[in-house]
């Protein structure tokens, strides 16, 4: 069984680092704003894992859009070219630089709330 590592706190705290990266869900709130016209909610988890002898980072962005289908390779790539792990460098700049796998994107049949609380961003150790 997988343990996941929930993030909870005030704004602007609630981030985790991985893969030389650091994930804020404050930054991933911005965009999922900026995307509200491709989906209503998303979950986010973030692992390191190892490719090749090399350790990479990972994100599985989970989507849920109450009315029509999920546009997925459009969600992924406007999320990966709108997210910033760095101060200057988005998801789509650590993927060409193989230090992140491209973004996977799943659709949730169901709204993303879970034990009355949305959980949105998560380290999966």
């Known amino acids: 069984k997988a343990l ?6 005030r704004a602007g705290y609630d981030f985790i680092k991985v893969a030389g990266a650091i994930l804020q869900r ?3 709130d911005r965009v999922a ?24 980072g990972n994100i599985v962005l989970t989507v849920y859009r109450a ?35 491209p973004l ?3 659709v949730s049949a169901t709204p993303l709330m879970r034990d009355g609380k949305s959980k949105k961003l998560s380290l999966r150790t």
């Open 26 to 28: 404050e930054e991933f």
């Open 33 to 56: 704003s900026e995307c509200a016209t491709l989906f209503d909610d998303y979950y986010a988890e973030a692992e390191t894992i190892v490719v090749d002898g090399k350790l990479k």
């Open 4 to 9: 996941t590592f929930e993030i909870f706190g």
């Open 67 to 101: 009315n029509g289908a999920v546009p997925v390779e459009e969600v992924a790539r406007e999320f990966s070219a709108r997210v910033y792990l760095t101060a200057s460098q988005t998801l789509e700049q650590f993927v060409a630089q193989g230090l992140f796998l």
């Open 104 to 106: 996977t994107v799943l």
